[in-house]
Each structure stands twice: as C-alpha cells, then as structure tokens.
C-alpha cells in the first residue's frame, strides 16, 4: 500500500540553526512525486519544495533543500538557517495514480517545527 | 491573484442538517479535489475530479457527494451532518498531472466545520 510516515511528531530548533524533517514513504511504483507543504498556524496550505523519483539531483528552493535517498525511500525536509516564521506544521505528500487516470496526493500526519530565538 | 475560494470559512451544524461547501479556482485547473484534515493528522482526500463532469471517490468518501458542472466549481455536500465529520475541509486544484509531474495542487485556506 502506498503510505507516507513522518515519525517526528514534533521538533524544536534555535533561530539560525538548521533542522532536519523526515518522510519515508512506501510505493512500488517507479514514477512518483514527492512534495512537502508548510501549514502555519493561520491554517492555509503552503507548497515548499518538489521531488520527482527520477530527480537525480535534489530539489532545492531558498533555504529548503530536499535530502532524497530513492533506495532508502526517504524525502527529507532540511531547512538551512531557521527563522521564527519557520514554526509550523510540515507535510511531507506523494502524488499517486487513482482511478479515471487522475492523480491526488497522500500526506503524512505531520511534524510541528517550533523556532526559539 | 483569486486562485482557490472556499466558503463559508466557518460554519456550526446540527447533527442531521446538510450543507454545501463551495470552492472555485480561477486558474482553469482541470483537477479538483476535497480533502479533510482532523485534529493532529494529515489531509486525507475525499472525492477528487479529473474534469467537467467527472468524479471520483477518493479514501474517505462515506457521507459526502460532489459535483462538477463546471470547469471552476466543485462543490462538497454533506447530506446528514454526524459528529464524525466535525474537521477543517480543504478544496485543491491544478492542472491535469501524471504522477511524475511537479505541478503542486494549490489550496483554499479551508472551511472550519463544527457538527454539534
């Protein structure tokens, strides 16, 4: 079954320092996508950073970088020089195929990153 | 810069009322979905669309219908409001994707729902 797990229910970081996120997800599929979502406590949904399975580099967008280990199945979340806007939810979700030839995504349940200065 | 509406943003229902949640996009998206998010947990999707026309159940569909007369609305229905479906409902859209693709859905900001 296809599943994403985010094992950190919370994490907490000084400002300026970086923080690692992690995901492992669960496919047999050999074309997927992997993105992660940034919701603040204001609730909206905020797209961070895309991975695609035959990516051979990994993403990187500002501050965020993305560490992808394909063999591992791991899509972790880095965030380089924590700031306090940084404190959220992150969500780390695939992309999968579901019937009528769509696709949507599956989330993991989430880790609250929380910055102190 | 109007992307994904949803309304109402909060709304408190009597068990057994119904309602609709309203979401258009103004980004001519084909895809469309519904997902709920429960206190502490990931989104989960409840009934997505492909196009006009065109719906399909996602994983937690019991006690919800859809529609798609149009290319901008997908509108969520919830005939007999339960306790159970007490959550935060995003609406979601973008282009029509493979599963490769790096097109990311884009978000309402959510309608807050209360069944008491």
């Known amino acids: 079954a296809q599943k994403i797990t985010q094992t950190q229910p919370g994490m907490f970081v000084q400002e300026k320092e970086a923080v690692t996120l992690d995901c492992t997800y669960d496919t047999s599929d050999q074309s997927y996508g992997l993105f992660w979502y940034k919701q603040p406590s204001s609730g909206e949904m905020i797209f961070l950073i895309y991975?695609?399975?035959?990516?051979?580099q990994n993403a990187t967008e500002g501050r965020y970088s993305l560490n992808f280990q394909k063999a591992r199945k791991s899509a972790n979340l880095v965030i380089s020089a924590s700031q306090l806007g940084d404190s959220a939810m992150y969500f780390c979700a695939m992309r999968v195929f579901r019937n009528q030839a769509g696709t949507a995504l599956i989330f993991g349940k989430g880790t609250t990153l929380s910055v102190s200065s | 810069n109007a992307g994904v509406t949803q309304t109402p943003k909060f709304r408190i229902l009597k068990i057994g009322q119904s309602m609709t949640l309203q979401c258009t996009q103004d980004?001519?998206?084909?895809?469309m979905y519904w997902y709920r998010q429960d206190p502490g947990m990931g989104l989960k999707l409840i009934y997505y669309s492909v196009g006009a026309g065109i719906t399909d159940k996602g994983e937690v569909p019991n006690g919800y219908n859809v529609s798609r007369s149009t290319t901008e609305d997908f509108p969520l229905r919830l005939e007999l409001a339960a306790p159970s479906q007490t959550s935060v409902y995003f609406c979601?859209?973008?282009?029509?994707?493979?599963?490769?693709?790096?097109?990311?859905?884009?978000f309402g900001d959510g309608t807050r729902l209360s069944i008491l």
């Open positions: 980004m001519n998206h084909n895809y």
């Open positions: 979601a859209s973008s282009y029509a994707t493979g599963s490769y693709s790096n097109q990311p859905q884009h």
């Open positions: 991975q695609g399975s035959y990516d051979e």
